[in-house]
């Protein structure tokens, strides 16, 4: 899949300012599928000729025996939308829809290294946003839009080559009694909210969230130091809790329901597991590797009553601590 617009980049022609306009109408005549035309402008970037625009300046009154003998320059514009090979294709395509009305479907100039390399046509464009949006379809959650299981392995790969990494496997329990009680529809909206949660807490660049399905999310970190970030995920998540259930829910801290053994009793409310796998006291060579230790964080979790985020260095966080303190989430 294509991501950066120098990848759907096509060569352009470039001709130099003075050429005269009888040697443009003939450039464009011999390659029929030639949308437009750079002119080289010395020390600035070049300006563009769209075929359109050069065929309706000569079909003004006089407009061919007024053009055919003057030089391209004069009809070209002047500053036409050029971006960077690197830039991504969703940024250039919304720089794109901003252009003016008689600008909207003019050639996309693009720069490598300060050095104009090419262009692409709108057409171009707009299919390859298309092809991004259905591929990352493909890749996204459904239910929360979070990217699924394919990019969560591609991002732990990538994490295994980083001199350090924290990778947070982040659970809710008790959820199947939640859905069973409240309704699907609120099942969702608790994952939904979930995520919206965890979206916010990882909202840095260099933060990786994913949702592994249900109710399992996973997010790949490049520190150590997890304690304050695990307490403000479980404090907001307590918050988060009281819109989610009926008032006297809260105020019991339970609801009555069949336990996985069919014994008919109190449930606890809905609580957070996070289970923290980092490299700073083991390395690990494969993300198989790193779900196993998550594995057994988890199981220590779940052994704690309530919130709990236990990582292989020895971080413990219990529902008696997660709230202690001042935080700003």
Known sequence: MFTKIGEITEPVP?????????????????HRQCEGLAIRKSGTEPALMMRVGFYQHLATHYGYNLYMGRP???????????VDYYESIIDVSVKAMQRGDDELYDL??????GELCGAVTIRQLLLAVADIRTESATFMNALTGLPGNRMIDEHLELALKQPQFSVLYIDLDYFKTYNDIYGFKMGDRMIQETANLLSRMFAMPEHFLGHIGGDDFIAIVNSYDMELLCRMILKQFEQLKKELYHEEDIQLGYVMAEDRLSNYGPI??????????SNQQRLYLSADEIAGEAARMKKLCKSIPGHAACSNNGLRITADTCTAGSYRG
Do not use: G
């Open 72 to 82: 391209i320059r004069l009809l070209a514009k002047s500053q036409p939308l050029m």
């Open 14 to 30: 470039i001709v130099e300012p003075d050429t005269c306009c009888s040697e443009v109408d003939a450039l464009f005549k011999l």
């Open 108 to 113: 996309l100039l693009v720069s490598k290294e």
């Open 268 to 277: 606890p409310l809905v609580t957070l597991s996070i289970a923290i796998v």
